[in-house]
Antibody
Framework: EVQLVESGGGLVQPGGSLRLSCAASGFTFSSYAMHWVRQAPGKGLEYVSAISSNGGSTYYANSVKGRFTISRDNSKNTLYLQMGSLRAEDMAVYYC?????????????WGQGTLVTVSS | QSVLTQPPSASGTPGQRVTISCSGSSSNIGSNYVYWYQQLPGTAPKLLIYRNNQRPSGVPDRFSGSKSGTSASLAISGLRSEDEADYYCAAWDDSLSAVVFGGGTKLTVL
């Protein structure tokens, strides 16, 4: 059974940093691209970032480019999102999701999400 | 504003058939597969339809997807109270090199 478990969310001040993690199990992590998608309170889904299966290619939404960094450790079956220069508009539930096996693709399985609150 | 356009709301009575539309462009729906997700209140999105019209195992055949040109639709037949949820369409966008989502449609079962 595919499982994705996010962690690392919490309260952070504007301008601060936070690192999210996503522990994957139930599939060959190193064979799949991975995504981060966020959802602000009461709003829709917003793509944040994606990374290819070997980590060689990364993709970012314009809204986070230059502030967020996606990475992965295939030896630990873990996906990361390093977030910096956080703003009020970054406050959301952050989901990690599995992508495609040959291309980055569109997510199929999703984790339960971790809440990031940006407030002073 | 979302790249893909969905109606904000839809409704139907139990047993009815409802459809939710999703409109895009040549760089997303027009050239790539469409995916649909169901999000029940307080939960993560769940894949409902992939590659335009394929259902993952466990998804009832009451749910069906279709695509034509730069638009797609999700149809739900035999509407049930437990179908009340938010529904999102998604596709890869070749111009943005990103996944793009619709703004979501809130389905109410009257």
């Amino acid at each position: 059974e595919v499982q994705l478990v996010e962690s690392g969310g919490g309260l952070v001040q504007p301008g601060g940093s936070l690192r999210l993690s996503c522990a994957a199990s139930g599939f060959t992590f190193s064979s799949y691209a991975m995504h981060w998608v966020r959802q602000a309170p009461g709003k829709g889904l917003e793509y944040v970032s994606a990374i290819s299966s070997n980590g060689g290619s990364t993709y970012y939404a314009n809204s986070v480019k230059g502030r967020f960094t996606i990475s992965r450790d295939n030896s630990k079956n873990t996906l990361y999102l390093q977030m910096g220069s956080l703003r009020a508009e970054d406050m959301a539930v952050y989901y990690c999701a599995r992508g495609g096996s040959r291309i980055v693709g569109v997510p199929d399985y999703w984790g339960q999400g971790t809440l990031v609150t940006v407030s002073s | 504003q979302s790249v893909l356009t969905q109606p904000p709301s839809a409704s139907g009575t139990p047993g009815q058939r409802v459809t939710i539309s999703c409109s895009g462009s040549s760089s997303n729906i027009g050239s790539n597969y469409v995916y649909w997700y169901q999000q029940l209140p307080g939960t993560a999105p769940k894949l409902l339809i992939y590659r335009n019209n394929q259902r993952p195992s466990g998804v009832p055949d009451r749910f069906s997807g279709s695509k034509s040109g730069t638009s797609a639709s999700l149809a739900i037949s035999g509407l049930r109270s437990e179908d009340e949820a938010d529904y999102y369409c998604a596709a890869w966008d070749d111009s943005l090199s990103a996944v793009v989502f619709g703004g979501g449609t809130k389905l109410t079962v009257l």
